[in-house]
Nanobody, 115 residues
Framework: QVQLVESGGGLVQAGGSLRLSCAASGNIFSTNTMGWYRQAPGKWRALVASITSGSRTNYAESVKGRFTISRDNAKNTVYLQMNSLEPEDTAVYYC?????????WGQGTQVTVSS
């Protein structure tokens, strides 16, 4: 089992910044992918960004150039720095942890961007 604890969501004005963190604990395989998905009301959950244990990153087109994902393998923690936030970024953001064994999700953290 892997437990994920998220933090850093909140309310911000358009153009502002937020930083999300997600700490993983438990039975963690060294080869894994961590990332962030988001789900807005009435929409499917979609990938925002991911990063492998080898630091290979992947971003949704809508966030490229504005969001940066990073990780600290020693702390099993992934970060999402979100800059130039737009109202369209409003959603519940879910941390993701995936390995060859299984996938795990955090409880979600609300990000609200006001115009």
């Amino acid at each position: 089992q892997v437990q994920l604890v998220e933090s850093g969501g909140g309310l911000v004005q358009a153009g502002g910044s937020l930083r999300l963190s997600c700490a993983a604990s438990g039975n963690i395989f060294s080869t894994n992918t961590m990332g962030w998905y988001r789900q807005a009301p009435g929409k499917w959950r979609a990938l925002v960004a991911s990063i492998t244990s080898g630091s290979r990153t992947n971003y949704a087109e809508s966030v490229k150039g504005r969001f940066t994902i990073s990780r600290d393998n020693a702390k099993n923690t992934v970060y999402l720095q979100m800059n130039s936030l737009e109202p369209e970024d409003t959603a519940v953001y879910y941390c993701y942890f995936g390995s060859s064994v299984s996938d795990y999700w955090g409880q979600g953290t609300q990000v609200t961007v006001s115009s």
